[in-house]
């Protein structure tokens, strides 16, 4: 069973830019790899051949898992995006209720995902506690340190 996702513009192209580089770049090189250790001699004993092939392994998966996120992406219209509500890539303020601070973020599917600059992934116990959630609601969120409150301040595209 796949797993559809929704992506603004941006975020679908940055993926099938990383496909591009593992596919155009980093399969030949792994490949080229291969063929320079098999040059060596003895395939049994050959400790770089081995590393070579565990790694093209590991790209091949990554590979086909990066083919099916992006055969199962859909491009989400923001210009139709209900803000009435918080929904993936909606911009959202809201408010720690214990200390009175504000966080400012954009829900968005994992793989946009980037703390640091704002965007929160719509998988992690935020943002799964704050989907749904209106202006003025709080949200009360399980997190590993207990449980946060937060009250819903803004939400906008």
């Known amino acids: 069973m796949s797993d559809i996702s929704y992506y603004s513009p941006e975020g679908l192209k940055k993926l099938k830019d990383e496909l591009a580089q ?3 770049v980093e399969r030949p090189r792994v490949t080229q790899e291969i063929a320079d250790a098999r040059d060596k001699g003895d395939l049994s004993e050959n400790a770089e ?9 590991h790209l091949e998966t990554k590979i086909a898992k990066l083919k099916n996120v992006v055969a199962n992406a859909r491009i ?3 210009s139709q995006l209900d ?32 703390v640091r600059n704002g965007k929160l ?17 709080v949200a009360e969120i399980q997190v590993p340190s207990g449980v946060m409150k937060f009250e819903v301040i803004d939400i906008s595209r």
Do not use: C, W
């Open 22 to 24: 593992l596919e155009q």
């Open 49 to 57: 051949y081995h590393a070579a092939k565990e790694e093209q392994s």
């Open 76 to 78: 989400l219209d923001e």
């Open 83 to 114: 803000t009435s509500k918080i929904l993936i890539h909606s911009n959202v303020v809201i408010k720690n209720t214990t200390n009175n601070m504000e966080f400012t973020y954009r829900l968005v599917a994992d793989s946009e995902t980037d």
């Open 121 to 137: 992934s719509v998988n992690s116990p935020i943002g799964k506690g704050l989907l749904g959630k209106k202006v003025g609601d």
